[in-house]
Each structure stands twice: as C-alpha cells, then as structure tokens.
C-alpha cells in the first residue's frame, strides 16, 4: 500500500470500515498517523465506494494535494483548482470558495494538512458554516484539534512476529519490485523477508522503499544489513522533521545504498513541487559533478529504488516524504540558492518558449505545459522576486496571459501587481513593463473590473507611445499592438464597438503587415471584427472572421480560432441560420475543449443554446442553458458575453419556456445544470448532455 495510492492496496479492513463509516455520520474527518504510514492510500481507497452521483455526495468528491505548497500562499488557489472554480471576480478567493460550495453534496479532500495547520483550521472553520452539505477529509501527520472534527489515527501495518499484512505487503511489492527474485520465498527468505518487516515496524513507505533493494540484493542481505545499520540510522539528524523511526530508518537506509551521484540528483530533485520531466531534471540537477548526460541513468536509478515515482505520462514526482529527507541534506551542503535559480531559470525559459509558440501548431501543448508548471512557475516568481525583481516583473508578464486565459485570475493579479510594486520604471525596459501593465489590464477587465482595466489599457497606450513613431520589426511593434488589443477589449466590454473599431484600425494600419505575423497583431484583428459585429456589419465581421478562422486551422491555433468561430456563430445566429449557428457554436466549444478554459466554454453554450432554440429543439436548448450555467457558476459570473447576444439569448429562452412550459423547463435545465458540473469535473465533453 503505497503513500499516495500506487500500487495494490493491502490490508487495512478495519480502518476501512471505521473510516466509511466516519464519512456517513460526520462533516470534518481527519486520517492522522505518521509520514509514510499509509494516509492517503487509505482515502483513496474508501472513496472508490463514495464516489460518483450514486454515492452519497452526488456532486463529486474534489481532491487538493498539498503537498507540494511550501507555504499557505497558495492554499486557497490549491483548493480552488481541486474544485475546478476559475473565478473571474474580484473578490477574494476564499469568498469565491465558500459561496460556489454553497448548499453543494460535495466532499472535499485535504491531502497532507500539517505543514499549513493555521491557514487549514480557518479555511475549514469558514466552510462548515458556509456550506451545510459540504463534507471535509484531511489526512495530516497531526489532527486539526477543532470540537468537531473526528480523528482517525492509523498506524503502521499488523506485523506479528514478521508476518501479518506488513508480509504481504512486502511480499507484493518484492514481487513487483524484483520478478527474478520472486516470492514465494524458501525457509531461510522467509525467516529474513519476516526480520525486515519486523525491523521496519510495519510501516508501508519503508516496507516499499526495502522491497525496492531487491533488484540489487537478496532478501537476507537486506535483513541482514538492516540489523546492523538501524540504530545508527535512526537516530535523527537534527533538521529533519520528526517522523516514525522505522521511516527514516528506511529512507537513510535507501539513501546511503544510493551511488553518491544518485545520492546528489536526489536532493537536487527535492527542489520540484510539482510534476517534472527527463528536460527539467537534466536543466536544473546538471551541475558539477553532474553532467546532462548522467541524469537520465541516475534518474532511471532512483526510480528502480522508490525514490522517484514514475507517471503513465512520462512524468516524474516524489513522495512529500522523500522530498522532505532531499531537502534537508540539500540544506546541509549549501547548493540551494543556486539550484533554485537554476530552477527559476528553466521555468523562466519553459513560460518563454511558451510564449513564442502561442501563434502556431504548439499552442495548445504550451497550454499545458504552463497549467502543468503552475506550482513551480510560483516558486520561480517567488524566488526572483527576492533575489531579481527585474526578472519577475518580466516572468510575470509573460505568464499572465497564459494564467488569464487557463482561469488564474487571481494569481496573475497577485504576481503581476506585487512584480509592479517591486520595480521602479526606471530599473526595467519599457517593453517589459508594457508587457506586465498589458498582462495586468487583461487580467483586470476578465474580472469585471472594467473602469481600472480602462486605466491600465490607456497607460499601456501612453508607455507604448514613448518609444516615438512605429519602426523596426513586429517585435519592436508589440507594445502598440498589446495596448491597441486591450483598449479595443476595454471599448468591447463597455459595449462601445465603433471605438473599438477605431483603435485596431488606427493600430493595424500605422505599420500593415498580415494578420499571423504576431500574437499582438492577431489579437487586433480580432477586436475588429467583434466591433464589426456589434456595429452591425455583418458582411465585414463574417469575411474578416472567415480568414482568421481558416488561418488558424492551418496553423493549430486554438485559441483566436474560437473566438472567430464565436463571432461566425453569433452572425449566424443573427442572420437567421441557426443550423450554421449552432456547428460554428460546437467548433468553438472544441478549440475552448483543447485549452480547459472555463469562461470561453460557458460563452460557446450560452451560443449554442440560443441557436438550438431558434432551430426549434427547445428541450435541447434549455440543457444547454443548463450546462453554460454550470459553467458561468464557475467563473463566478452571471452570463455575460458581448452585447449583442445578451437580447438574443433571454428571447431564446423565453420562448423555450413558452413551448415546453414552466415544469419541463426547469427538468431540462437542472438536468443540463448536473451535466455541466459532471462534465467540468471530469474534464470531458462540454456539450449540453
């Protein structure tokens, strides 16, 4: 049974039952025991029976890992994220978590509690008495310590004289660990394979990391060894976290038959959050001695040993506690300052690279590649904006599109305005503090905060103007066209389309260049052609969006594609073709698919609802009302979306109920309503159900 649910699950029947039971009668749950005992396997495998709608908590169980936060800073975003809520309001994030639980049969799972208790005991107190239905599980090496939560301690596995569910679980992780090698063992294995799980208490993170020994040691030389080296390995190092004895024993234990580089790249490693891959290990742990080249057989290495764990995806990450054991020895040897600025620095080239590829074939790929690095993203602002504020301010700016888009509002408005505060104009180039100011401003009117998105949108204007006429390449271009696009958004917003319209213009025809010669100057065009529309030129609006869409199929691109098929849709829509309506709708719902963005998908339903409705298929609009509904929940929004749908879409609906009448509408709706929160939870089709 491992620490975080790999592998087969062992044993455990008793605390099983307990902990089912506790999840029928009681709101706050806490699973405590000491690191590497088995916690959060035994969540995972008591929530296979809670889950789904059947279950008692129809509208999911939603998982936060918290492992990988050094600090509180980001806790209320973590649990956002478990939940899926892209708020796109500006209130705070813990208020955005409590109302959308609201009155929602949820559970919500904590994992791994106890280095952020005061942040954790506030956020919990706050939900319970937000949330009546809500249902909170923590595991954690200690208990919450409130009046009503329920604590359920476990320790490590049965072990008597050896055996018990301890030797079956060594048992099975031998096998898995060492084919050649494979129980059932003889006498003389047994008698050893019985020592080891003695001496190791029974606890199943250091039952792993033995059976892991096995590829390069016999079962006898394990017990062997271990009798000897125990007590010298358990005594604790004076900065190591306090754990269970028998833990690091064995983690000591794997450390010390680590080959001394192996030994290196493990603390090295410790400095990863999150997720990481063969490039990342190779950029940031390649430092004398290491080479790039040695990495990929030590990191080989120390995944054999259960060190490392290794993902379907090609990904690798380590166990809290094992980070925790690389980080102390790390701390020891006085290599961190460096490793974290080689980390920042990969990340800080990772969100460039990123950048550079929006415009074609990879867009949708540096998507992920930036949601997947999130966490470490963080660190890396946070680290430069200690040591170099220069280069937060531009990491800053450069991932907040990126966040904006993917539903980090808060944390771009967080890491763009402390970047800002922490640089003086003077101490950063005008195109880096543009891009930050730009960044920020998107960020601002996604939030509804129109009137100081308006303000930033004018001073990105002003501070692209200082570098005097146009001139150079697109690159030296940028400035102008990112101030152009967030002005022209601000006018948009604000439902004033003809100014809209002359700000692209003004801005594309001061240096005329095609659309796809850069991310800036796409963007204008397509403020163009939402003003275009609302001014009711239709025919420019449906030639310009043509051309853009067809561009962007050619070259992968995602996300403008979908709003040019939004715009195509909604003229459509307009124009009384409901069928061509509803497919550019469903095109547009694909590319926001590819992208996990929550506030575009919402928009695309509301869209395709209405042209469901004016095709006559009431039933299957009003689901699809439901589902964008889901979805608008979400951002925390109302429905919104560009002016000249808002009156298209209450006729729709209005008509809808007319037809079906008041009962059957609300069925339709509700039904849509639970397909939307199904389908954000799984990350599947955003269809209407």
Known sequence: MDDDGTGSFVGRGPELALLEKALAEDRLITVTGPGGVGKTSLVRRALERAAGTDGPFPEGTHWAELSPLPDDRLFVATVADALDLADHTSRTLAEAVREWIGRRRLLLVLDCCEHLMPAVRTLVRDLLAAAP???????????????????????????????????????????????????????????????????????????????????????????????????????????????????????????????????????????????FDEDAARAVCSAPPLTTNDVPGLLAALTAKSVVRRAPDGTYRMLDTIREYGAMWLAEICEGDALRSRHAAYFRGLVRIAEDEWLGPAQRDAYRRVETAHGDVCAALDHYQ???????????????????????????????????????????????????????????????????????????????????????????????????????????????????????????????????????????????????????????????ATALREGCAERGEYWTRAYADYQLALISLLEGRAAEAAGHAGAMLESKRELGDSFGTALGLDLLAAARGAAGEEEAAVRAYGTAHAYWQSVGHPQRGTPELAPVRERFERGARDVLGDLAYEEAFRAGVRHGHAQRTRGGDHGPG
Request: hydrophobic share 45%; net charge neutral; glycine share 10%.
């Open 386 to 544: 200690a040591t170099a504020p220069a280069r937060a301010l531009d990491l800053a700016g450069r991932v907040g599109f990126f966040w904006a888009c993917c539903g980090h509002l808060h944390a771009a408005r967080h890491y763009l305005e402390r970047a800002l505060a922490g640089t003086r104009p003077e101490e950063v180039d005008r195109a880096g503090r543009g891009r930050a100011l730009w960044a920020l401003g998107v960020t601002l009117l996604l939030q509804g905060e129109k009137e100081l998105g308006h303000q930033i949108a004018v001073g990105c204007e002003a501070l692209a103007g200082e570098g005097g006429p146009a001139g150079g390449g697109e690159r030296e271009l940028r400035p102008a066209l990112d101030a152009a696009y967030l002005l022209g958004l601000s006018h948009l917003l604000a439902g004033r389309p003809l100014a809209a319209r002359i700000v692209a213009d003004n801005a594309l025809e001061a240096r005329p260049a095609p659309p796809f010669a850069s991310g800036p100057r796409l963007r204008c065009h397509l403020v163009r052609v939402f003003a275009q529309t609302g001014m009711g030129l239709f025919d420019e609006a449906r030639a310009e």
């Open 133 to 275: 239905h809500l249902v909170l599980l923590l595991t954690s090496r200690q208990p919450l310590g409130t009046e009503t939560e329920r604590v359920l301690e476990i320790g490590p596995l049965p072990h008597p004289a050896g055996g018990g569910e301890a030797l079956a679980l060594f048992t099975d992780r031998a096998a898995a660990a060492a084919p050649g090698r494979r129980p059932p063992w003889s006498g003389e294995q047994l008698t050893a394979a019985r020592a080891v799980c003695e001496r190791l208490e029974g606890v199943p993170l250091a039952l792993e990391l033995a059976a892991a020994q096995l590829t390069d040691h016999s079962v006898e030389e394990l017990a062997d060894r271990l009798a000897r080296r125990i007590g010298s390995l358990s005594t604790p190092h004076p900065l190591q976290p306090p754990r269970h004895r028998a833990l690091r024993t064995a983690i000591g234990w794997s450390h010390e038959w680590c080959e001394p580089h192996e030994r290196l790249l493990w603390l090295r490693l410790s400095v990863f959050g999150g997720p």
